[in-house]
């Protein structure tokens, strides 16, 4: 069992009243502080002390939901540090973003939100590249998506999110060794042809399908509750994911395909080190890689943390190794990139007046270089992960595959992906 206490229930209710104490005191704080104030100092030891009791192994089995969860706590500590120190708000700023700016409370849950919300959608903080509406609204002539078809086309791809997620279980169990056959920890480089083929196919449907239906199957899942209940309109809720289309370097992957829900609290305090304290110019080639590091510095430890969650040791974590390999990666890119540009300017230049995507060729190109950086390097990030995690890893709570089989669900899942794709014209 996962917790402190022996009870489910007294878990549950430990994570609520401490999720809820982890939200509620830095944004009356923020509220109601000067920026400077000591108390604001004295709040973020309470914040990495709250979020500490619950970052521990779930022992053999994994919950992906549950880890997002607890990231969660994690992640307002770095907010917190963000807009309480480094780049401090107080109340001036969030009457800005407060549905009544001159109630205390209004203010205070205006906060709360900015600091849960990663991404800043609508806000004076929003991130860069968040993806934007499916242009199955704007060709209905919507410039916002409308309620009642925003909450339709959720949750009909919700629940088809959540039919493959469960398919993709069920065979994952059906087919994982017992636990006591696991193998060691072990990371192997020198295996056969065929062998890489398998992993590296593995890795990139982990990538590409597995992760991305998690995160975005929750993701749409709180859309639905906080659109439906009236709290947020659908504007506030893009996509979490861009297009696959777009992730041809892995600038692209990591800037644009992939989430932003870390893109502010990596890049605040790698901006606060690179302008205020080392003070290096921008822009610069120094100041850009001095950046890059510090983000991905950041988001490999942030991400030994998730290991951790996920039953693999710190010391058999490969998250450093993993994210710290794409800066080097990421200098190649911008080398190479920069001397086609060298070596062909005019097309270079004429490329850049149209601002247009690079020809089929070269996205080609890169997207081989993409997939083929992730399916070598995830050696690091996932083989640890998949050996310390048992065949008991729950994607979902309840099952339909085992309530009706496997072969119905299968086809129910292909016949509705096509149903998807004609009545709501998903994009990839």
């Not at 022992?59 to 939901?65: E, F, M, Q, S």
């Not at 700023?93 to 549905?99: E, G, H, N, P, T």
């Not at 490999?300 to 490969?318: A, C, E, F, K, R």
Request: aromatic share 14%; proline share 7%; with cysteine.
């Amino acid at each position: 069992m996962y917790g402190l206490h022996q009870s489910t229930w007294a878990n549950i209710l430990d994570f609520i009243l401490f999720y809820l104490m982890q939200n509620t005191l830095p944004a009356v704080i923020l509220v109601t502080t000067p920026k400077g104030s000591p108390l604001r100092y004295l709040t973020i030891p309470y914040l990495v002390w709250a979020a500490s009791r619950f970052i521990r192994p779930f022992a053999p089995a994994g919950c992906p939901t549950w880890c997002q969860t607890i990231c969660v706590l994690v992640l307002v500590v770095i907010q917190s540090i963000n807009f309480l120190l480094i780049h401090p708000l107080d109340r001036n700023d969030i009457v800005q973003i407060a549905k009544n700016p001159q109630s205390l409370v209004s203010s205070v849950l205006a906060a709360a939100k900015t600091l849960v919300q990663t991404r800043g959608v609508n806000t004076p903080w929003q991130a860069k590249n968040i993806p934007p509406h499916a242009l199955y609204y704007s060709r209905r002539g919507m410039q916002s998506p409308e309620r009642s078809l925003f909450l339709l086309r959720q949750s009909a791809i919700f629940f088809w999110q959540y039919l493959v997620l469960d398919i993709i279980q069920t065979i994952t169990v059906q087919n994982s060794p017992p636990s006591h056959h696991t193998r060691p920890l072990k990371l192997e480089w020198n295996v056969s042809l065929h062998q890489w083929v398998e992993r590296g196919t593995t890795h990139l449907a982990i990538w590409f399908i597995v992760n991305r239906l998690i995160g975005d199957s929750v993701y749409r899942l709180l859309s639905i509750v906080f659109v439906g209940l009236g709290e947020d309109s659908p504007s506030d809720w893009p996509p979490a994911f861009g297009r696959i289309s777009e992730a041809y370097t892995l600038r692209n992957f990591w800037g644009k395909f992939w989430h932003q829900f870390m893109r502010r609290p990596f890049t605040s305090p790698s901006t606060f080190i690179t302008r205020d304290i080392l003070r290096l110019k921008r822009p610069s080639l120094v100041e850009r890689y001095v950046n890059l590091f510090l983000v991905f510095l950041c988001s490999s430890l942030y991400h030994v943390i998730v290991d951790l969650l996920q039953s693999v040791p710190i010391q058999n974590s490969g998250s450093i190794p993993f994210f710290m390999a794409f800066i080097p990666a990421i200098m190649i890119e911008d080398s190479v990139q920069w001397l086609w540009k060298q070596l062909s300017p005019s097309r270079a230049q004429d490329s850049n007046s149209r601002k247009s995507e690079p020809p089929a060729w070269q996205r080609t190109l890169g997207f081989c270089w993409v997939m083929g950086w992730l399916a070598v390097s995830s050696t690091w990030y996932f083989t640890p992960m998949i050996q310390s995690t048992s065949q008991d890893v729950y994607m979902v709570p309840f099952s339909f595959c085992q309530l009706f089989g496997m072969v119905p669900m299968a086809t129910s899942c292909v016949c509705s992906g096509v149903l998807l794709i004609y009545v709501f014209e998903v994009e990839l």
